[in-house]
């Protein structure tokens, strides 16, 4: 308990298998730690296991062994109602393809969190708005994601992740479908959060990405094959 | 979650698909108008016919017979209640009055130089003859050489016929009588309940002197006048019992019982008897036909159960951005459920105003008076949001077990 007394995020022992005509292992006993206020990258090829790890820690999948705690949580054992509980306040995800609601509107997508976690309505909007201009998007808000650049709506999606304060910011790959410029600025944000006291987990397969986070820790096969410092997070 | 919030994603999605969704409201509202049309039409025929029984007839203790195991509408038959047994039944308990009727041969009737053909009038007594069916004159009394007629009978002749004036009346055997018209009236006391039976032009005329009818009374020993029919008025408040001291006294004691073949029923009805026949007639076939309609709502059941399946394969990735950002199952549920409510309801709300609509049109067409059906109404709008969710149940329900990491993945 002591060791995870400080850790946001403790993965301990995890396998996960998938029954597809025959047993494929995606995670073979794989532990990691995120303590409070870290920035981790997940490197690896793809195949590798990386995002499997993410949507584990991210509620969206279960363990076939070992343990997940996310904030005091044990995800191995929590019920689908618990499950998207921790989905919905404990982790914010933001994904590669962004995956906003398509018909709701910028300040919609970004309250849409706060709408399962039971907030009324006026709240939802000023949380929304607020959060809108703290990505920069505060003259974009009634503007539907067909009508938003693709960066724009990166930043969309990061400021829904941050609704509901998680405990843990998880991306999957966010800088892969926008142009390199773009894909720096949206980094920056990360950066910015992380100062801010933010846990982030982030998993990429671009080399430049990883760098910008405090350590990366290179997963192949199912295993973690190393964790490397990086001179970034050690400055 | 906030069903405020359902309702307003619902709408937008509903928005979003405007012509699908259109489609399988005009289902809905198909099923529902149809409904709504047979079952006003049908509670309006209803309401018409009972209203015209139950307001000139509620009290009354119709006393024939007819044909055993005859279902149809009751035949009068032989004038078989004699005198002995109209006293008998005037003087059971809650009967007010009774009121025998019986049968004229006649050939015609005419008045000034207008002759009329007319095979029967009726012999009846003054009691059947109150003031709230007098339009002018008064009743005749008995054995007085005068008539009255309805209103139809007086408007038959050119000019109309009044009260005061002579008609001359050709009897069976070709005698001529000139005889006082003394009143008007529109209906009588101890009318049989059938609507048409009023709107015929009608001669009456007092028992005595003019009907002779007679048999043997088995119980008296003697010759006496025989009717048909007898109307008893009876006390509104106790018809039942009434109804069945008459009856019982019908089928034991009666000179009728003796004079009835044995293939004769002898009935006692009341106004409220005809009304119960009639009702459950119309409200059987409205039943039958609103039925058939239901098949209509169906049809529209699975149009919305339709799309929304296709509703829930086009939006796997949104049901799956929901769950990624903590929307649980029953919330994925709702959603659908009430875009499935929404349909179902958008369906009744448009359905019942055409329902109303062509059912008010069908009563003018066929002449009657055009009544609600409230009851249907409500049930048709809570049918019409069951249906939709019923419909929406299954495919809400493969929402809620979309698996977020596939559905993430779906294009």
């Known amino acids: 308990m002591s060791e995870t007394a400080n850790a946001t995020v403790v993965v301990d022992g995890v396998s996960k298998h998938y029954d597809l005509g025959g047993r494929v292992t995606a995670l073979d006993d794989v ?27 991210g509620g969206l999948d279960t363990p076939s062994a070992g343990r997940v705690v996310v904030d005091g949580r044990d995800l191995s054992s929590a019920g689908e109602d618990e499950l998207a509980a921790v989905r919905g306040t404990d982790v914010g995800f933001v994904f590669q393809t962004f995956n906003l609601m398509p018909r709701l509107t910028a300040v919609e997508n970004v309250a849409l969190p706060l709408v399962f976690d039971g907030w009324d309505r006026d709240r939802r909007r000023e949380r929304a708005l607020s959060l809108l201009s703290d990505v920069g998007l505060g003259d974009r808000i009634d503007h539907l994601p067909t009508e938003l650049s693709g960066g724009q709506r990166q930043r969309v999606a990061i400021a829904r992740a941050l609704s509901t304060e998680p405990a843990l910011i998880l991306a999957d790959e966010p800088t892969g479908n926008v142009d390199t410029e773009t894909g720096a600025r949206i980094l920056d944000v990360f950066d910015d959060l992380h100062a801010a006291g ?30 490397e410092e990086t001179p970034e997070g050690t400055d | 979650m906030d069903p405020a919030e359902s309702v307003r994603m619902t709408v937008r999605s509903i928005r979003g698909h405007k012509l699908r969704s259109a489609l399988t409201v ?59 047994d109209v006293n008998r039944l005037a003087a059971t308990d ?16 005419r008045h000034g130089n207008q002759t009329l053909a007319r095979q029967q009038v009726t012999a009846t007594r003054p009691a059947s003859f109150t003031p709230s069916v007098l339009v002018e004159g008064r009743a005749f009394e008995s054995g007085e050489d005068a008539v009255v007629v309805n209103e139809d009978m007086a408007r038959s002749f050119d000019g109309n016929l009044s009260a005061g004036e002579t008609v001359t009346l050709t009897t069976a055997d070709g005698e001529e009588r000139t005889l006082a018209v003394v009143g008007v009236v529109n209906g009588t006391r101890g009318e049989l309940p059938v ?34 029919q007898v109307t008893l008025v009876a006390d509104p408040r106790r018809i039942p019992e009434t109804q069945s001291a008459v009856q019982a006294y ?49 049809v529209g059941a699975i149009g919305i159960a339709n799309v929304m399946l296709v509703s829930v394969t086009e939006r796997t ?57 409230p009851l249907w ?31 993430l993945r779906h294009e």
């Open chain 1, 31 to 57: 532990s990691l730690t995120l303590s409070k206020g870290s920035y981790t990258a997940i490197m690896g090829p793809s195949g590798s296991g990386k995002s499997t790890l993410l949507n584990l820690v």
């Open chain 1, 198 to 227: 933010n846990t982030l987990l982030l998993v990429t397969h671009e080399r430049h990405v990883a760098e910008r986070a405090e350590r990366v820790v290179h997963v192949e096969d199912g295993r973690v094959r190393s964790i």
């Open chain 2, 26 to 84: 005009v289902g809905v509202v198909i099923g529902i108008a149809s409904v709504i049309t047979f079952a006003t039409f049908g509670a309006s025929v209803e309401t018409e016919i009972v209203g015209d029984i139950e307001t000139t007839n509620a009290g009354n203790v119709y006393v024939f017979a007819t044909a055993s195991g005859d279902d149809d509408f009751d035949r009068v038959l032989q004038p078989v209640f004699t005198e002995s």
């Open chain 2, 94 to 109: 809650g009967v007010r009055a009774a009121l025998p009727r019986g049968i004229v041969r006649t050939q015609s009737i």
């Open chain 2, 195 to 228: 609507s048409d039976f009023a709107r015929q032009p009608r001669v009456y005329v007092p028992i005595e002197p003019f009907y002779d009818a007679v048999v043997e009374s088995p119980s008296a020993g003697v010759r006496q006048r025989a009717y048909p």
């Open chain 2, 250 to 298: 019908l089928s034991e004691e009666s000179d009728a019982r003796s004079l009835s073949a044995d293939d004769t029923d002898l009935v006692a009805r009341s106004g409220s008897d005809f009304v119960e026949q009639i009702s459950d007639v119309i409200e059987r076939i409205t039943r039958f036909v609103t039925g058939i309609a239901v098949i209509a709502l169906v």
């Open chain 2, 317 to 373: 990735r949104e049901i799956g951005i929901m769950k990624a950002v903590g929307a649980r199952n029953r919330d994925v549920m709702q959603i659908f459920l009430v875009e499935a409510a929404l349909l179902g309801a958008f369906g009744s709300l448009l359905g019942v105003p055409l329902g109303l609509v062509v059912g008010y049109a069908a009563t003018r067409y066929a002449e009657v008076t055009f009544s609600l059906a």
């Open chain 2, 377 to 407: 109404m409500g049930l048709a709008v809570a049918v019409g949001v069951l249906v939709g969710v019923l419909a929406g149940l299954y495919p809400a329900w493969r929402a809620a077990r979309v698996d977020p990491i596939d559905a």
